[in-house]
């Protein structure tokens, strides 16, 4: 299995912007599809937004269509999000995961993951 470090994760207000990245290192050599999940204080884990090996497709939850964008950079075998307006609501540990290939349906589902990074936090004040 690959090893996931997520970073980026701070403190801001609202309106800023931020950009998380998650390096993979280990096991995955090929660009396997990855996603990006946050958990709030209280609630269970929730999808962000998924990308595909070659960056052609992507997918976001409808809490952050249009505020956010999922990227990566094979070269540096890193996926990117990056944050603009972020809400107080936005508040949550962030978490990067992969999979070996892009399926449109299983992609927002957290079990659909082989592989997870221990999360970075971003808090977001009013």
């Known amino acids: 299995q690959a090893q996931l470090l997520e970073s980026g994760g701070r403190l801001v207000q609202a309106g800023d912007s931020l950009r998380l990245s998650c390096a993979a290192s280990g096991r995955t050599f090929a660009p396997y599809a990855k996603g990006w999940f946050r958990q709030a204080p209280g609630k269970d884990r929730e999808f962000v937004a998924a990308i595909s090996g070659s960056g052609n497709f992507t997918i976001y939850s409808d809490s952050v269509k249009g505020r956010f964008t999922i990227s990566r950079d094979n070269a540096k075998n890193t996926v990117h999000l990056h944050m603009n307006n972020l809400k107080p609501e936005d508040t949550a540990i962030y978490y990067c995961?992969?999979?070996?290939?892009?399926?449109?349906?299983?992609?927002?589902?957290?079990?659909?993951?082989?592989?997870w990074g221990q999360g970075t936090q971003v808090t977001v004040s009013s």
């Open positions: 995961a992969i999979r070996p290939t892009f399926v449109r349906a299983t992609m927002m589902h957290r079990t659909s993951y082989d592989s």
